[in-house]
Nanobody
Framework: QVQLVESGGGLVQPGQSLKLTCVAS????????LGWFRQAPGKEREKIAC???????PKVNLKEGQIATSRDNANNAIYLEMPNLSPDDTAVYYC??????????????WGEGTLVTVAS
């Protein structure tokens, strides 16, 4: 039974930083491709970053040079570090996993998401 649980969301002020955690059970993060996605209310889900199972360096698709993602094999988790948040970053953030090499719109497993609200 695969389960992905995100945590670390909440209300933050503009300019602050936030670190999200996704803990996986039922699969090993070093054997799967895992990624971060986000979805604002009424908007399409968009890909943020991806850690491929081919063990290549993590790829950031959104806000490259600012957002950082990493994999923690010891804790079977992945992280998402977001500095200098703005109101445009308000969304539900999801982690997802797939047996494929790349992160796609269709993933095999999804977490329930954690809400990040950026407001003064």
């Amino acid at each position: 039974q695969v389960q992905l649980v995100e945590s670390g969301g909440g209300l933050v002020q503009p300019g602050q930083s936030l670190k999200l955690t996704c803990v996986a059970s039922g699969l090993r993060v070093d054997l799967y491709t895992l990624g971060w996605f986000r979805q604002a209310p009424g908007k399409e889900r968009e890909k943020i970053a991806c850690v491929s199972r081919n063990l290549k360096a993590p790829k950031v698709n959104l806000k490259e040079g600012q957002i950082a993602t990493s994999r923690d094999n010891a804790n079977n988790a992945i992280y998402l570090e977001m500095p200098n948040l703005s109101p445009d970053d308000t969304a539900v953030y999801y982690c997802a996993a797939t047996s494929r090499v790349n992160c796609e719109r269709t993933m095999d497993y999804w977490g329930e998401g954690t809400l990040v609200t950026v407001a003064s």
